[in-house]
């Protein structure tokens, strides 16, 4: 036992050392960074790319250039609150007060809560939300978590398949490895034959994180309790918490989160103020690919 353990521990120390070279590899393959792309690409953010790519250098290095060129064009680090807020007014995307088990910061999305039309400025404000879970993760957390209420979700409420594989493009192109679980909480039958047409666009990593959960269900009851404190989860989700979206006190966190943000990214926020006239321009999303995205 001594001995398959001391070959556990060498087996561990090995893989971590390689990965470090696979880094510091990936690093210098980058070549020189400077501003926001420098501090973008910190060793967190190499590994993250690497573990999307399998630790292949050149496939991790030609992502990671994609990326700097959608967030050079699109601009996430300078939305800011006022200009998504109308999208938010019903809650149908929320960062939760409480963590995970794993103290990983948890967005809270209500589908049946859609109110709007547009999808650009639907995804403009998942976006600016994914932003700020990852201003709000603990020192050493890479990755959130997702609790998707289904309650109340129809036809009519439903995003498109375009829409959402939009959406799926962003996120596993972009903010690789950031999804730690995904919740989708009671959905309807007839979502079945949604989430089969937007699975085929789901990395097979990204999909095993999906887990489906239902009230009542003993099997669902205890991957709630494996994932989440029941005392802090909210009651719409199995725990016993009451809560409820207030729009203005969201509204004023988020505010306080966005003279964080600016502060993080160097952002002078006055300068950009008077420069622009607003806080960024409206970019629409790069075209999608029609073939799911290979990992």
Same mark, same amino acid.
């Given at each position: 036992?001594?001995?398959?353990?001391?070959?556990?521990? *060498?087996?561990?120390? *090995?893989? /971590?050392?390689?990965?470090?070279?696979?880094?510091?590899?990936?690093? $210098? $393959?980058?070549?020189?960074?400077?501003?926001?792309?420098?501090?973008?690409?910190?060793?967190?953010?190499?590994?993250?790319?690497?573990?999307?790519?399998?630790?292949?250098?050149?496939? /991790?290095?030609?992502?990671?250039?994609?990326?700097?060129?959608?967030?050079?064009?699109?601009?996430?680090?300078?939305?800011?609150?006022?200009?998504? $807020?109308?999208?938010?007014?019903?809650?149908?995307?929320?960062?939760?007060?409480?963590?995970?088990?794993?103290?990983?910061?948890?967005?809270? %999305?209500?589908?049946?809560?859609?109110?709007?039309?547009?999808?650009? !400025?639907?995804?403009?404000?998942?976006?600016?939300?994914?932003? *700020?879970?990852?201003? !709000?993760?603990?020192?050493?957390?890479?990755?959130?978590?997702?609790?998707?209420?289904?309650?109340?979700?129809?036809?009519?409420?439903?995003? /498109?398949?375009?829409?959402?594989?939009?959406?799926?493009?962003?996120?596993?192109?972009?903010?690789?490895?950031?999804?730690?679980?995904?919740?989708?909480? !009671?959905?309807?039958?007839?979502?079945?034959?949604?989430?089969?047409?937007?699975?085929?666009?789901?990395?097979?990593?990204?999909?095993?994180?999906?887990?489906?959960?239902?009230?009542?269900?003993?099997?669902?009851?205890?991957?709630?309790?494996?994932?989440?404190?029941?005392? !802090?989860?909210? *009651?719409?989700?199995?725990?016993?918490?009451? %809560?409820?979206?207030?729009?203005?006190?969201?509204?004023?966190? %988020?505010?306080?989160?966005?003279?964080?943000?600016?502060?993080?990214?160097?952002?002078?926020?006055?300068?950009?103020?008077?420069?622009?006239?607003?806080?960024?321009?409206?970019?629409?999303?790069?075209?999608?690919?029609? $073939?799911?995205?290979?990992?």
């Amino acid at each position: 036992m001594f001995l398959l353990r001391r070959h556990t521990q *060498n087996h561990q120390e *090995n893989d /971590s050392s390689q990965q470090d070279a696979k880094v510091t590899e990936l690093r $210098a $393959a980058l070549g020189p960074l400077s501003g926001r792309g420098s501090k973008y690409c910190m060793d967190a953010c190499l590994r993250r790319y690497l573990e999307a790519r399998n630790w292949n250098v050149d496939k /991790s290095k030609k992502m990671i250039e994609e990326t700097l060129k959608w967030r050079s064009s699109y601009k996430p680090e300078e939305i800011r609150w006022h200009e998504v $807020a109308h999208e938010g007014e019903t809650g149908k995307v929320s960062r939760a007060e409480f963590h995970d088990q794993l103290g990983r910061t948890v967005l809270i %999305m209500r589908p049946a809560m859609q109110n709007t039309a547009s999808p650009e !400025n639907n995804i403009r404000h998942l976006v600016y939300l994914m932003e *700020n879970a990852i201003l !709000n993760l603990p020192e050493g957390q890479e990755q959130m978590a997702w609790l998707i209420d289904y309650t109340g979700f129809s036809l009519n409420t439903n995003v /498109s398949v375009k829409t959402a594989r939009d959406i799926i493009y962003i996120l596993q192109n972009h903010y690789p490895e950031r999804l730690g679980a995904a919740f989708l909480y !009671n959905p309807p039958r007839f979502f079945q034959a949604f989430w089969k047409a937007v699975r085929y666009f789901l990395d097979p990593k990204t999909s095993q994180k999906v887990k489906f959960v239902y009230p009542k269900d003993k099997d669902s009851i205890e991957i709630m309790k494996s994932f989440f404190d029941i005392e !802090n989860l909210p *009651n719409e989700f199995g725990g016993k918490a009451t %809560m409820k979206y207030d729009h203005e006190e969201f509204s004023r966190l %988020m505010a306080e989160d966005d003279v964080k943000t600016a502060k993080f990214w160097g952002v002078d926020e006055q300068t950009f103020h008077n420069l622009n006239g607003h806080y960024g321009e409206e970019v629409v999303p790069e075209p999608i690919p029609l $073939a799911p995205v290979a990992s």
